[in-house]
Nanobody
Framework: QVQLVESGGGLVQAGGSLRLSCAAS????????MGWFRQAPGKEREFVVA????????YFADFVKGRFTISRDNAKNTLYLQMNSLESEDTAVYYC????????????WGQGTLVTVSS
């Protein structure tokens, strides 16, 4: 069964850092397109970062401005999002997603993890 479980969210002061995790089951994170999205209160879900696999270059939303990095752990089958220099505007529920993991042309979503940045 394909499943994504995020963790690592919490409350952090502006300028601080957090690392989000997305533990995957049912597919290989190293070979699958995966990404992070976020949804702030009252706003639509938006793209943050994604890559097609462990050896491909990730692409980021403009607002990231070099503050975030994405990585994958083969042994733990987990995707990570390292977020530095956090700003109040980064407050949102963060979701990981995987394409073509469970079924062709299908996107699987995790349940989300809340990140709150206090100013």
């Amino acid at each position: 069964q394909v499943q994504l479980v995020e963790s690592g969210g919490g409350l952090v002061q502006a300028g601080g850092s957090l690392r989000l995790s997305c533990a995957a089951s049912g597919f290989d994170v190293m070979r699958t397109w995966m990404g992070w999205f976020r949804q702030a209160p009252g706003k639509e879900r938006e793209f943050v970062v994604a890559s097609s696999g462990s050896s491909t270059r990730p692409y980021f939303a403009d607002f990231v401005k070099g503050r975030f990095t994405i990585s994958r752990d083969n042994a733990k089958n987990t995707l990570y999002l390292q977020m530095n220099s956090l700003e109040s505007e980064d407050t949102a529920v963060y979701y990981c997603a995987a394409d073509n993991a469970g079924a062709p042309s299908a996107r699987v979503w995790g349940q989300g993890t809340l990140v709150t940045v206090s100013s």
